[in-house]
């Protein structure tokens, strides 16, 4: 299997979707996600769901006949810069911590020609990072530049009442019911960003259908001490 195959092909969690994000103060961003724009950059702190966006926008273009491809960069630097080669036939390509490839050479120029690529073949490109495009340490200003063709959004992170609606909302999809006294009880004690609040809650659910109880806090008191 090629590079440019094995980012095509590889697994999207089902969990990610558009409809399942709580997007708080980040409205303008979901209208651009869910709209044509062709080039967006996304940038926040670690666990505001840069990573959820970028998967949910793959499985709407899936949904609509299309063939996305998401690319970790973080995950794929120990490869090869070919991975880049023949995305621009995806229509979607999606690019995850882009300061991955920050200050290597053949990377930085691999992926301004994507962009290239890209935009000639009118296909659309998101991509996400730390910090605005100027504010990475991208060595190749052509690249910043194309970094920012389009819209650039900071995501906001949720205040802890957006974060506790979306622990339960996420909660509910599952078919779980999450009293508020029980995600109080998850958000005083553990870490509060999104991701690490999802990944605890699919350890709790996996607990719950092995213990057959229902998620109470003495319950978690027993599960996670």
């Known amino acids: 299997m090629s590079a440019s195959q094995l980012a095509l092909r590889l697994a999207l969690p089902d969990s990610a979707t558009l409809a399942n994000f709580h997007m708080g103060d980040n409205g303008a961003l979901l209208h651009a996600l869910k709209s044509d724009e062709p080039f967006i950059y996304l940038w926040g702190n670690p666990g505001a769901g840069k990573s ?133 009880y998850l958000m005083r004690r553990f870490a509060r960003d999104p991701h690490s609040l999802f990944a605890l809650l699919d350890r709790i659910d996996a607990a719950s259908l092995v213990a057959k109880r229902r998620i109470t806090i003495p319950f978690l008191r027993e599960l996670l001490g």
Not at 94 to 114: P, S, T, Y
Not at 132 to 159: E, K, M, N, T, Y
């Open 52 to 184: 959820h966006l970028l998967q949910a926008a793959c499985h709407a273009a899936a949904d609509a006949g299309d063939c996305p491809a998401y690319l970790p960069l973080r995950d794929l630097i120990a490869t090869d810069p070919e991975v880049f080669e023949g995305l621009e036939a995806a229509g979607l390509v999606c690019l995850d911590d882009v300061d991955a490839i920050a200050g290597r050479q053949a990377w930085e120029q691999a992926l301004f020609h994507l962009y290239n690529r890209v935009r000639d073949a009118g296909g659309r490109m998101l991509a996400t990072g730390p910090a605005a495009p100027a504010g990475l340490d991208i060595r190749l200003p052509d690249l910043v530049s194309r970094l920012s063709w389009g819209p650039v959004f900071q995501l906001h992170a949720l205040d802890d009442e957006g974060k506790m609606a979306a622990l339960r909302a996420r909660a509910r999809a599952r078919g779980l019911e999450l009293s508020e006294d029980v995600a109080a």
